[in-house]
């Protein structure tokens, strides 16, 4: 698993014009829990580029105060008109210790499905999990390589290892083959064309039976 080393300086005045005057320096306030203590640090934004824009999940080596903690980005909040980054919090691994997070899902091999004109759409791109620091993975994969069209694979379907635990509802589709449109229009027109052929051919034979009575009643009334 990426882990990334980021350095902050401790903030000892929590303040609100304290943080006021340190955003306005450019630092980045951050909180840091889930240990023996709270952290309260700052860090500026070349330090939490690579971790805050990307959608792997990575661990952190928090440089604060002289001491080094093994964490990761629990949430971020942005500024409502700018899109600055206002604050992040940090939660500390602890061993033994549970934790929730969300990590990303990757889709595995090729559909058939696709291959027959089909789209893949991915519809929940995180799953969220509990499990201890030793058993955190950075990532979980779903097989697509057996899906055709019409065909979903569910939160169920997910294979995890030993230690993790799924917190998502094992019944929501994470990723479905769907037929495109012009698809479906082929085979109706497929269905519809073989039922009309159905129908002529019924047509004929009945039109067929009808004359041959005719010709029957006609013959007998002769012989009167």
Sequence with gaps: MKVLEVSGEIRSD???KNARAL???GKILCEMYGGDENVHFTVVINEVKKLVYTSQFQLVDLNVGGKTYRAFMKEIQFHPVTDE???IDFQELVEGRKIKVAVPIVMDGISP???EG???YAKVRYLKIKTTPEHLVDSVHVDISEMMLGQSVRVRDIVVADGIEVMNNPNIPVASVEVPRLLKLEEEVEVDGEEGEEGEEGAEGEG???AAESGDKAEGGDQG
């Design 208 to 210: 067929g039976e009808a």
């Design 113 to 115: 499905g696709v291959k």
């Design 118 to 120: 089909g789209k893949l």
């Design 23 to 25: 955003r306005r320096e």
């Design 85 to 87: 980054i206002q604050h």
């Design 14 to 16: 929590l303040g609100k």
